[in-house]
């Protein structure tokens, strides 16, 4: 995590605004933006909640994210509260 801070803080970020640098432009910054957004709310959809949910009552408990301290939704909505503040613009 403090890798991907420093690259962000290092000029990462502007270059990502301005659609530079690793970018053809600003069109092709948010389409990789929007693409690994939407990938990561799939992820969350089906392996945080569809699979340990099941098809059937009481659903796979061992599938769950933290099974064994019971923080799983905590940790679901810590990863939607993140993508919605990166959705806003917020840091």
């Given at each position: 995590?403090?890798?991907?801070?420093?690259?962000w803080n290092s000029?990462?970020?502007?270059?990502?605004?301005?659609?530079?640098g690793d970018f053809?432009?600003?069109?092709?910054?948010?389409?990789?933006?929007?693409?690994?957004?939407?990938?990561?709310?799939?992820?969350?959809?089906?392996?945080k909640l569809k699979?340990?949910?099941?098809?059937?009552?009481?659903?796979?408990?061992?599938?769950?994210?933290?099974?064994?301290?019971?923080?799983?939704?905590?940790?679901?909505?810590?990863?939607?509260?993140?993508?919605?503040?990166?959705?806003?613009?917020?840091?």
């Amino acid at each position: 995590m403090e890798d991907t801070l420093l690259q962000w803080n290092s000029g990462y970020a502007q270059s990502f605004k301005e659609g530079s640098g690793d970018f053809d432009s600003k069109k092709h910054a948010i389409e990789k933006f929007l693409t690994i957004w939407f990938e990561y709310l799939e992820i969350i959809n089906d392996d945080k909640l569809k699979a340990p949910l099941g098809v059937g009552a009481p659903g796979k408990g061992d599938l769950l994210e933290s099974a064994i301290s019971l923080s799983s939704l905590d940790n679901i909505a810590v990863n939607i509260n993140t993508l919605f503040s990166q959705y806003q613009g917020l840091n």
